[in-house]
């Protein structure tokens, strides 16, 4: 009966909710700032006052500090240009610059936080981007072995048999190099992986310029057709995508474009340079205007990731594949759909146009190449090949060749009309992106394992492996290699090398003299035959 009585009581007892703890910036605001912001306002965009406008949030201690002066007064949302400027009525100042508005239910976290006194919070153990970026001695680095065709002779190197020497560099893991692209001048080569794009002049076989200021993966690269344009394509799973244009003639940055929700993972020029069409993970296509650099409409053709987007030749369509297993065919104009091209039972992540418009081609996780009639909607064929998946498709400028970057390690070439197998190069890593020089001479490979490969087109035979390493205080450390073994590089990447002969390591000092030759990397860049290496007699 006690038990009873006891119980009825405490149901009768006034319940006190506990109130919820104040927001601090590393648990509630920063993936916010993350998600809306930092593509932006991050400390590597500082520089960049036309992007950040000298203000960065990725870390408490910028975000308190604010630009010119605080954004956020602790205590005072009301008083906190933040807040304010989050929710201005006037589009063109409002922020997040080019997108909707923050939703209410995120607003009014942001003041809860301010209010409650800009708490910091805890910092994650291991925030995500330091584990980005590598830094000498943050990490244990694994060695990256260089073949070469190096045999010293006999006594040169001591005792040892002579053998094929190997240069060791302690540099590995790399990030993949997931997108490629040659100037139309064929003078240089844009090679993106996690965080960098480095541009190698194809005529020194140095890098002309390495770019650090961009947000998290690079997916897509694309000159513009008169070549005075990079755009870049990238960012962040599950947070804003990354879309920037870069001037060639300075490399400066002329501007991010601000639209997409997430990830975008391809871009396309229009044939006359003017418009801009890019594929998102947010499911969506953008059009942009270049020159104003400004989002023009954005379409929704799809159900699912869109993997790749490739203007067609009129410039009045697009064509994209995604996810959904599906290749669309959109009216810019309409915004409707004018075929989709269907069947397959896996992912689309590739799609090129012939530059007659007169074929499309896509492939993905389904490893055939899909051959579409365009004008009826048809697949004309399936060619058979890599048997695994295909990252990556690409035209040559005159449409007379297709090469296609493969799971299977080698990157293939096509004929571009009749789709005739022409050649395969084993490149000896996954191969996620491929791309043809303008005057057909070079086919490159974006590789697994963080090295850029350059071959002959005409007979398959490798010219180059290009390497990039993101180093301190986002100094690139660089180095060309040929199969010869002939070496150009970096002073503080080439003293890092070993060499090794049959495994063990020799001592570099009597090699080093006549396998250093810039000008001999260079002209295996160019295409042009490269003497094997002769040392000279003592």
């Known amino acids: 009966m006690k038990a009873v009585v006891l119980v009825a009581l405490f149901l009768q007892a006034p319940v006190f909710a506990q109130a919820p703890p104040a927001p601090t910036y590393w648990q509630d605001i920063r993936p916010v700032f993350r998600k809306h912001c930092t593509v932006c306002h991050s400390a590597k965009n500082l520089a960049e006052l036309d992007v950040s406008g000298g203000l960065a949030l990725d870390t408490f201690a910028a975000a308190i500090k604010g630009s010119r002066q605080p954004v956020v007064r602790p205590g005072q949302s009301a008083d906190s240009l933040l807040v304010k400027l989050i929710m201005i009525d006037n589009v063109k100042r409002r922020m997040p610059l080019d997108a909707p508005p923050l939703p209410k239910e995120t607003i009014d976290l942001i003041r809860r936080w301010i209010d409650a006194g800009a708490k910091e919070g805890k910092e994650p153990d291991a925030a995500p981007e330091a584990l980005t970026t590598v830094k ?19 006594g040169l190197l001591g ?13 590995g893991p790399l990030a993949p190099v997931a997108a490629l692209a040659f100037s139309p001048d064929n003078k240089l080569l844009a090679s993106g992986s996690y965080g960098q794009v480095a541009i190698w002049d194809l005529t020194t076989g140095k890098p002309a310029k390495v770019l650090h200021n961009v947000l998290g993966a690079v997916n897509d690269l694309r000159f ?22 870069y001037q060639v003639s300075d490399w400066k940055l002329l501007g991010v474009l601000r639209g997409h929700d997430d990830v975008v993972f391809s871009v396309s020029f229009s044939p006359d340079g003017k418009k801009l069409a890019s594929a998102s993970f947010d499911h969506t296509l953008g059009l942009w205007d270049v020159e104003q650099r400004k989002q023009i409409k954005t379409y929704k053709a799809h159900s699912d990731f869109v993997y790749a987007i490739a203007f067609a030749p009129s410039g009045t369509h697009v064509f994209s594949a995604s996810k959904d297993r599906t290749v669309q065919m959109t009216d810019l104009t309409t ?10 039972d896996q992912d689309v992540m590739a799609v090129a146009v012939s530059p007659d418009g007169k074929n499309v081609v896509s492939s993905g996780f389904e490893p055939g190449i899909y051959w579409w009639n365009p004008q009826t909607g048809e ?24 090469v296609s970057a493969g799971a299977d ?17 084993s490149v000896g890593s996954i191969a996620y992106a491929a791309a043809i020089s303008a005057h057909n001479k070079l086919v ?44 150009v590089g970096s002073d503080k990447l080439v003293a890092l090398a070993r060499v090794r002969m049959s495994g063990q390591e020799v001592v570099a ?8 030759r810039p000008e001999l990397v260079a002209k295996a860049l160019r295409g042009e035959a490269v003497e094997t290496v002769k040392f000279e007699k003592k």
Do not use: N
């Not at 001695?137 to 073949?147: H, I, N, S």
């Not at 513009?224 to 244009?245: C, F, T």
């Not at 060619?383 to 297709?402: E, I, P, W």
């Open 136 to 154: 000498s001695g943050a990490t244990r680095k694994l060695d990256m072995l260089f073949a070469t065709a190096v045999v010293p002779p006999a």
């Open 159 to 171: 005792k040892m048999p002579p053998a094929k020497l190997e240069l060791a560099l302690k540099i």
């Open 224 to 245: 513009s057709p008169d070549g005075k344009i990079l755009a870049v394509a990238g960012g962040q799973p599950s947070a804003k995508g990354d879309l920037r244009l």
């Open 335 to 344: 915004g409707k759909t004018t075929f989709t091209f269907s069947g397959m």
């Open 379 to 402: 697949r004309v064929k399936v060619q058979g090949g890599h048997g695994v998946a295909v990252h990556d498709l690409a035209f040559s400028r005159d449409g007379k060749k297709l």
């Open 409 to 425: 390690r080698t990157v293939r070439v096509w004929d571009g009309q009749s789709g005739a197998s022409i050649k395969v190069i």
């Open 444 to 487: 490159v490979a974006g590789c697994f394992d963080g090295i850029t490969r350059v071959y002959d087109e005409a007979t398959g035979r490798q010219l180059a492996s290009l390497v990039v390493v993101h180093g301190e205080k986002d100094q690139a450390e660089w180095l060309a290699l040929t199969p010869e073994g002939y070496v």
């Open 509 to 516: 000092a009597s090699v080093w003299p006549t396998l250093r």
